[in-house]
């Protein structure tokens, strides 16, 4: 059944943030921002959000069964270190994947 959920947890990134990144390109021409292109700015945003996906599915898949067995409360447990993870390898990603794709260099 995990694998089932985390190939769900996929699917929708994939939507999510190729929408993230065509709103941010519409953001930008409305603004008058400069952008690298609209292709670049929703390939950085899709392969970020992919690589943080993954992060993510593993911490929580991870903390989920170590919180089952030591007993305790996922509430408790799982879900701060997967937000607190998440919040360092999110940005990580997305700086990582803007520097892979060479924007602002």
Known sequence: ????????????AA???TIVGIGTDIVSAITGRT???SLVIVGIAFTAGMMATAISSMVAYSTAVATYRFGLDPD????PV???VMD?????????????FGVGT
């Open 82 to 84: 997967s937000s607190s």
């Open 76 to 79: 408790n447990y799982g879900i």
């Open 1 to 12: 059944m995990a694998w089932l959920d985390i190939s769900i947890n996929f699917l929708f």
């Open 35 to 37: 952008s690298p292109g």
């Open 15 to 17: 939507v999510v943030f």
């Open 88 to 100: 360092l390898a999110g940005t990580f990603c997305l700086v990582a994947v803007i520097l892979l």
